[in-house]
């Protein structure tokens, strides 16, 4: 089956869409049974997929997680309330005191924090190193390390990692190697294919789509599943119905949303490049960005988040920049169908393994669904009021 063909599809088996086109929303904590019998082969098959208590999942959650593990493959799929749940949940199920971890220095803010501030007074060592490491990850492998954890591209900065060469010195070490697919989404990046053993995504970014619910999801190979399932399970992780059927809804435009995300941000990309005031494009799809030829190699496609540096430029100027755009608006999110803007000039404040060079500020926009030529005049229009502040 094809992609878009299983979009449309996944997780919408018979028994939970009872004769509709949609898995109904079940809410409950309690399941009631009748008799010893029942409730005994509940607790039998609880893995099952049948309802035994709310917290462990009713048919909705059944649903979607079968459609995320057919969309992104895996043995199964664990669900959290949010992206950061499912990073801090996937790690903490596969480490102990005394056990150290590779990080890649371009991951999401909060999962350093996790790293700096949760796992290390736990006695959870971990170690920084450059995204474009590649088979440099031997190096900085130790005796006690457990998981190696990529982000591609990373956060912010766009790096895009040679994730099967990293995957392949990892498992020569027994290391359990974990991506964050925030940006592939599962429809762009196939993780599985690529030595991947646990795929997380905040799935509050394309997945859902519209920007109205926070969720995370993390998928795992056979190996890894049953203790990934468990640790959810006894760290009480649990998730809402209704927000799961948002999800659910979300999957079945992905994409074409990501098709059309991809194809104005291209544009809006390609037009920055000739702005004088524009320094480096950073989107995994243009040549000047790292790891491009990874992205070439691995993805099949992109979409419409990227980054840009300026060639000049201070504090000044880029607050009348941001300040005077009407479509785009400041937001610490993206992947909904609106467009979103960062201004960001202190990204040496979250890298320790790399020293980040560009003198200049660096702006990230996510390119949504609005007619593009709007966004690039509106760009444009930014463009003045950042030369009249400079
Ligand atoms: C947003 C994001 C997260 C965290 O997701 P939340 O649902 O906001 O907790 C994790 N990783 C990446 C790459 C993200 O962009």
């Known amino acids: 089956m094809k992609q878009d063909t299983k979009i449309v599809t996944a997780g919408r088996k018979a028994k939970w869409t009872n004769g509709v086109v949609n898995p109904s929303v079940t809410r409950a904590s309690t399941v009631v049974f009748n008799t010893v019998d029942e409730m005994n082969n509940a607790l039998k098959n609880r893995y099952n997929q049948k309802m035994v208590y709310g917290r462990r999942g009713t048919t909705t959650a059944f649903a979607f997680s079968d459609a995320m593990t057919e969309l992104e493959g895996g043995a199964g799929c664990a669900l959290y309330p949010s992206g950061t749940a499912a990073i801090t949940n996937a790690i903490i199920s596969f480490v102990e005191a005394g056990d150290h971890i ?42 006690n390390t ?43 990046f196939k993780p599985f294919d690529y030595g991947v053993d646990i795929s997380v995504q905040a799935a509050t970014k394309y997945i859902v789509g519209h920007s109205d619910v926070m969720l995370g999801t993390a998928t795992a190979t056979e190996k890894y599943w049953p203790q990934l399932r468990d640790n959810s399970y006894l760290m009480g992780q649990c998730t809402s119905p209704d927000d799961l059927y948002l999800a659910l809804r979300g999957i079945r435009t992905i994409g074409v949303r990501l098709k059309q995300h991809q194809k104005s941000a291209l544009k809006v990309a390609n037009w920055l490049k000739e702005r004088p005031e524009v320094d480096t494009i950073l989107h995994p799809a243009f040549e000047s960005c790292p790891g491009h030829e990874f992205f070439k190699r691995d993805f099949s496609g992109s979409n419409g988040l990227f980054s840009f540096t300026l060639n000049c430029g201070n504090r000044k100027a880029l607050t009348a920049f941001l300040d005077s755009l009407t479509h785009f608006k400041m937001g610490y999110s993206w992947g909904g169908f609106e467009s ?40 444009a229009q930014a463009f003045e009021h950042f030369n009249d502040n400079l």
């Not at 949760?118 to 005796?143: C, H, N, S, V």
């Not at 790399?354 to 926009?365: E, Y």
């Open 102 to 143: 590779l990080m890649v220095d371009s991951a999401y803010e909060p999962t350093r924090d996790y790293c700096d501030k949760i796992l290390a007074k736990m006695g959870i060592e971990t170690t920084y190193y450059d995204p474009l490491i590649g088979a440099g990850i031997d190096a900085l492998i130790r005796p």
């Open 146 to 188: 457990r998981i190696v954890f990529l982000e591609s591209p990373g956060s912010i900065t766009m790096e895009v990692q040679d994730v099967p060469t990293i995957a392949k010195i990892a498992h020569q070490h027994d290391c359990i190697v974990m991506l964050d697919n925030t940006w592939g989404a599962g429809i762009n």
């Open 340 to 379: 979103l803007v960062l201004g960001i000039t202190s990204v040496d404040s979250i890298r320790s393994a790399t020293k980040w060079t560009a003198k200049f500020p660096l702006i990230r926009l996510h390119i949504g669904l609005e007619d593009v030529d709007d966004l690039i005049a509106d760009l």
